[in-house]
């Protein structure tokens, strides 16, 4: 440490950077970080006053990002398995009813050091609770996106207004530096037409994003075109919702001209295959179609309860096989788009392409040291490490994790937390959460 309190500089020497900048350069260097930020990116970095680390047997990897979890969620990790959408919800909408706050923190803190340990710095979340999470992101040291889950006040099982609610998580957490709160309108099946335009309202009144699960099922846009006569892209763009900055999970059963709405307005699209499939919600989601026409798409594991994962590498792994399938066409999504999902596109649809997402200087230093001798990685050559990481990887190649420059995982262990006492909490909440469900 320097004098002034702040961390020393780091410098890490001969790495395999797999860089994600603009020319995607793969190449051995260094590098070195100061103040939370890449000060060099490269061959030749300056070793002065830097604490020093050997990076000969590791691939640097900028952090992942997760474009959609329900994190606390970790605690209900296959207690509806293999089970239609319905009965799924039911049994969760049994255990949300039991929940508590702590319930929610003690999810959030595994949830959170599972992503870590598989090499994700930066998750966006949509719940209720989000204090709880909050504080959770904040002990790891992860960067959280955290969207308080906003529905009609009829609809709910918070305690008081959604829309208040969410305001004042908002106010709480507006300054803090890596924890970004923002609103989350849960879907069309439960906000009306004031829900939606009061959560845009209050997310532009914040500077933040909105948050929000649109045509995941087949059924949701069915039912909602019974009530509207509208598709529920086409509905939110004619009541004037879009224009601000947004996210949209899943957007699995879209039109052409919907695609053509949410890629003019911007709209950043969180891909969840893992959770589709397994949820049965059928077809594919149009991802090459999305990005064609301009849209920014990136990667999200859904909860645990419906991928049973938070793992990134399984998610790379698994678009690429699903979209290569759904069109008979093996050069379609190829690794290097896969990794940008993960890693720069994530970036973009948060709207912080410019502070994190690649190893690039002056952009905050979240990235993760990737053993070159796992056996997932075998043969460790630097022209096949990015087809190694979107299609091969084990969560367990992550040897380190660095947000901010920090360390919050060294050697698979925590840095900030005792993985026994955040299991231990966990599973006494899982144990009164599981009680309620059964029958």
Known sequence: MTGSGAPSPLVISDALLVTQDARRTVVRGDLRVENGRFAHVGPGASRDGAERLDGRGFAAVPGFVNAHTHIAMSLLRGI??????????????????????????????????????????????????????????????IRAFLGWAVLDADKTTQSGRPLDNARGFLERWKRHPT??????????????????????ELAEGHGTLCHFHLSETRREVHEHEDRTGKRPAVWLDEIGFFGGR?????????????????????????????SNLKLASGGVAPVVELRDAGAVVGLGTDSVASNNSLSMFREMHLAGLVQKNQRWDASVLPAQQLLDLATV????????????GSLEVGKR??????????????????????????????????????VDGSPVVRGRTLVRASWGDVRSRAEESAERLWAGTRR
């Open 80 to 141: 509806a398995d293999d089970v239609e959408l319905s009965g799924f919800l039911e049994t969760l909408f049994r255990a949300d009813a039991r929940r508590t706050e702590r319930d929610v923190e003690d999810g959030a803190r595994a949830g959170i050091a599972e992503l870590l340990l598989g090499g994700t710095t930066s998750f966006l979340d949509l719940y209720y609770f989000e204090d709880a999470v909050a504080r959770a992101a904040e002990s790891l040291g």
């Open 365 to 402: 230093a979240d990235f993760s040291l990737v053993r070159l001798d796992h056996p997932s990685l075998l043969p460790a050559r630097p022209e096949a490490i990015v087809s190694h990481l979107a299609y091969s990887a084990s969560d367990e190649a992550v040897d380190s994790v660095f």
């Open 179 to 200: 924890i970004t709160p923002l609103v989350a309108p849960q879907g069309v099946y439960v906000c009306d037409r004031e829900t939606w335009l009061g959560a845009r």
């Open 246 to 274: 947004s996210v949209a999970a899943h957007a699995v059963w879209l039109t052409g001209q919907e695609i053509d709405i949410l890629a003019r307005h911007r709209v950043g699209i969180a891909h969840c295959p893992s």
């Open 345 to 356: 596109e994530g970036a973009r649809l948060l709207g912080r392409g410019a502070e994190i």
